[in-house]
């Protein structure tokens, strides 16, 4: 079936670095458009990244443009979130979600993964 | 770019309807129609609920609606049942492939 498998999280001191992995399984994972969304505890989701079906095309959120960089291996069906300059309020569940559709961006998450913890702590 | 504005909580009686609103600004909810829902459980991942306003995914029950008016989008849950008691999200495309949520409704059924 149609599944994300997030790995990669963990607790990691401010100022350094991390690397998120989703695992993508069940569809066509060089046609989609994925996204990162998070969530810190007990608040609301946040919109992180966006990347193109073949990768060309990346977008990020104000609070991250500039520390994260999304990638993806679609030979491997792999999306990446590469965390850099790490912060406390960068501590959240981290989601991977495929785009609704094949090829162009529909900005609506259609399929979402169970979540990588990130705590940024000293 | 700044989230959308949600109600943080919202209620009714199994078998009720129930509205939550959802407010932007021209540059999101009332400038395109990519506003979508979705509803979280405790301790799991979103789910989508509604698409582009007021399209529904495959198996989403037809208890759940959207629709839109000028900035301000709705989702409406008819027919409460104890089961859509959960967090649920607007989130609207914002120009530039940026993308806004809103901070979220708890529903609870009671």
């Known amino acids: 079936q149609v599944q994300l498998v997030e790995s990669g999280g963990g607790v990691v001191q401010p100022g350094r670095s991390l690397r998120l992995s989703c695992a993508a399984s069940g569809f066509n994972f060089r046609n989609y458009a994925m996204h990162w969304v998070r969530q810190a505890p007990g608040k609301g989701l946040e919109w992180v990244a966006l990347i193109s079906y073949d990768g060309s095309k990346k977008f990020y959120a104000d609070s991250v443009k500039g520390r994260f960089t999304i990638s993806r291996d679609n030979s491997k069906n792999t999306l990446f979130l590469q965390m850099s300059s790490l912060r406390t309020e960068d501590t959240a569940v981290f989601y991977c979600?495929?785009?609704?559709?094949?090829?162009?961006?529909?900005?609506?998450?259609?399929?979402w993964g169970t979540g990588t913890t990130v705590t940024v702590s000293s | 770019q700044s989230a959308l504005t949600q109600t943080p909580s919202a209620s009714g009686s199994p078998g009720q309807s129930v509205t939550i609103s959802c407010t932007g600004t021209?540059?999101?909810?009332?400038?395109?129609?990519?506003v979508s829902w979705y509803q979280q459980h405790p301790g799991k991942a979103p789910k989508l609920m509604i698409y582009?306003?007021?399209k529904r995914p495959s198996g989403v029950p037809d208890r759940f609606s959207g629709s839109k008016s000028g900035n301000t989008a709705f989702l409406t849950v008819s027919g409460l049942q104890p089961e859509d008691e959960a967090d649920y999200y607007c989130s609207s495309y914002a120009g530039r492939n940026y993308l806004v949520f809103g901070g979220g409704t708890m529903l609870t059924v009671l």
């Open positions: 021209n540059r999101d909810v009332g400038g395109y129609n990519y």
């Open positions: 582009e306003v007021k």
């Open positions: 979600a495929r785009d609704y559709g094949e090829v162009d961006f529909y900005y609506h998450m259609a399929v």
